[in-house]
């Protein structure tokens, strides 16, 4: 599996992104999520979005303000991001997992492959 993300950008607090993430390669994904990172700190898991079925999971954080989809045509995962504030400033990862577990959809360390970061900047 491959992922290749996109849609990072500069705006200013209230705005909105869409960041997308294109799954290529063998295709099957139990959970495809996406995380974020600032400098110094670790990865902090921002949403998931189940394969099958297209159940959904946010940290608290951003409920109400992100929305994970998924383009099953398209092979794609996106996350809409409205009302941005300063503190979601960070690079944006999305990853994907053949095993993980609900309970585990928080652990960096039980998706497989990764996509490199896009960078998302919210100004005050």
């Known amino acids: 599996v491959q992922l290749q993300a996109s849609g990072g950008g500069l705006v200013q607090a209230g705005d909105s992104l869409r960041l997308s993430c294109v799954v290529s390669?063998?295709?099957?994904?139990?959970?495809v999520a996406w995380f974020r990172q600032t400098p110094g700190k670790e990865r902090e898991f921002v949403a998931a979005?189940?394969?099958?079925?297209?159940?959904?999971y946010y940290t608290d954080p951003v409920k109400g303000r992100f929305t994970i989809s998924r383009d099953s045509a398209k092979n794609t995962v996106h996350l809409q991001m409205n009302n941005l504030r300063p503190e979601d400033t960070a690079v944006y990862y999305c990853?994907?997992?053949?095993?993980?577990?609900?309970?585990?959809?928080?652990?960096?360390?039980?998706?497989?492959?990764w996509g490199q970061g896009t960078q998302v900047t919210v100004s005050s």
């Open positions: 390669g063998y295709t099957f994904t139990r959970y």
């Open positions: 990853a994907s997992s053949r095993t993980v577990i609900v309970s585990a959809l928080s652990d960096a360390g039980a998706y497989q492959t």
């Open positions: 979005v189940r394969s099958n079925g297209g159940h959904t």
